[in-house]
């Protein structure tokens, strides 16, 4: 699967935040369920003040549980979980 350029753009601009000591971590609300998150943001400055762009949050639990990679060899697909119990 390709990753769309738009992913890869927020993906540069978050390194080059990175880059520049530009980064934060901040404690906010999930809008759906309103569960507390850690957002990563990067920081600007717009009009005198600070500016947060959130690009993303960090995973409660153990992030390896959360995340399905993609199939080596085939990368149009996902490893995929087993569902009868059985060890992938």
Known sequence: ??????????FQT???AAGEGN????????AASGAPRYVICAVGRGDGDFVFT???HLSDGN????????EPGDHSGFIHLATSGEAP
């Open 1 to 10: 699967m390709s990753i769309p350029s738009s992913a890869r753009s927020n």
């Open 14 to 16: 978050l390194l080059r």
């Open 23 to 30: 980064l934060a971590l901040m404690e906010c609300l999930d």
């Open 54 to 56: 959130p690009f993303g």
């Open 63 to 70: 992030p390896y549980d959360a995340y399905l990679p993609p």
